[in-house]
């Protein structure tokens, strides 16, 4: 493909104007696409935004299991058989600690991750008082990924101090009902509109690899882009023996760095974070990642371990990137690894580190 291809990807993006479906699905699996000029095409749309900067978050799995949604992917969907740790809403002191932890390691955003359909209006109610809490003590961005969530849980935690809410479409509304049965692409979609209305920003990704096509793909990436969502994960599919997909897709790195690429291009100013899987799907090619995506989680995902900390550190800078962090002096964090089952689980002392280290 000659390099105006190339060039013309950038600055159509630049630009803010929409690929075609047919540019997109080329870009996705068209052969005389090369990857190199690829990665540097979508690398330009990066750097005009957040330069050389990769911004790390850190998850804290605040309630673990006891969901009664069926997503077919997840360990703790209620229909799945996964010896997970199961917990209820971890109280207040350990969550408050684990944001100081995450403060102090250096994380630019502390993630609270809950299991669930949904809040309570009680329980938003306490939600919004430990995000205020954790806003009051630690200059720390904060995200809540709490189920779907209506208009006025959405305004309560803004008011809060909540930073962003997450909820990932994860695939397209075509394929949604293969993943779920208990609540569909629409119920999703309410809760980002919830948020979009009361000016809450928003976080939303996808799953690659659970069976959709280029299609679907291309899609989700138009249907976050029509979001304007502010953060934007991409995860590749990690099957977990005992949820219902145990299907192992066939992601090729290749094919994992064209959707960087591709949701780069149509979510410029999106902070796109390379998530779950991307380990195991991208291998050798994991760095090369950085040039489309500008984010990353550290210390692993949910319920699976992810790459010792300390490496993707090593990993960033080596490549020529630099760290936006809360503080000066970056601290490097334990190593963190046991293998169970077909995927790395997290053991209860590294879902709960304060329950142990009280124990
Ligand atoms: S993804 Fe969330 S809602 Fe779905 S089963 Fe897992 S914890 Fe429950």
Do not use: W
């Amino acid at each position: 493909m000659e390099t105006t291809f190339y060039h013309n990807l950038t600055t159509t993006s630049l630009q803010g104007e929409l690929l075609s479906d047919v540019c997109c699905e080329k870009i996705l699996i068209a052969p005389e696409i090369d990857l190199l000029p690829l990665l540097d095409a979508a690398y330009q749309v990066r750097k005009t935004y957040f330069q050389n900067e990769v911004q790390l978050h850190i998850l804290n799995n605040a309630q673990n299991g006891y969901c009664p949604e069926d997503c077919h992917y997840c360990a703790q969907a209620s229909s799945a058989s996964v010896d997970i740790e199961a917990y209820p809403l971890k109280p207040d002191a350990e969550i408050l600690a684990e944001a100081e932890r995450a403060y102090e390691s250096g994380a630019y955003r502390y993630c609270i991750v809950m299991s669930g359909r949904g809040p309570s209006p009680k329980r938003v109610a306490h939600l919004a008082e430990l995000i205020g809490t954790v806003k009051e003590r630690y200059p720390i961005e904060v995200c809540l990924s709490a189920g779907l969530i209506d208009i006025e849980a959405a305004r309560a935690l803004k008011d809060a101090g909540l930073d962003r809410l997450n909820h990932n479409l994860n695939t397209s509304e075509t394929h949604y009902p293969k993943i779920c049965s208990t609540h569909s692409y629409q119920d999703r979609m309410e809760t980002l509109q919830a948020a979009q209305t009361v000016g809450l920003a928003c976080c939303s990704g996808v799953i690659v690899g659970m069976g959709e096509g280029v299609d679907d793909l291309i899609q989700v990436a138009k249907a976050l882009r029509q979001l304007e969502v502010a953060s934007l994960p991409v995860n590749f599919f990690l099957p977990i023996s005992g949820t219902q997909l145990t299907e192992t897709p066939t992601l090729t790195p290749d094919y994992c760095l064209r959707v960087l690429c591709l949701y780069r291009f149509l979510n410029p100013r999106a902070e796109i974070r390379i998530a779950a899987g991307r380990e195991h799907h991208l291998r050798s090619m994991e760095v090369m990642a950085l040039y489309p995506a500008n984010s990353m989680f550290v210390e692993g995902y949910l319920n699976a371990t992810g790459t010792a900390t300390s490496r993707t550190l090593q990993m960033i800078e080596d490549a020529g990137f630099t760290i936006k962090t809360n503080r000066e002096n970056l601290e490097q964090l334990e190593e963190k690894a046991k293998k169970k089952g077909d995927v790395l689980l997290k053991e209860l002392k590294v879902l709960r580190p304060r329950m142990e280290s009280n124990a």
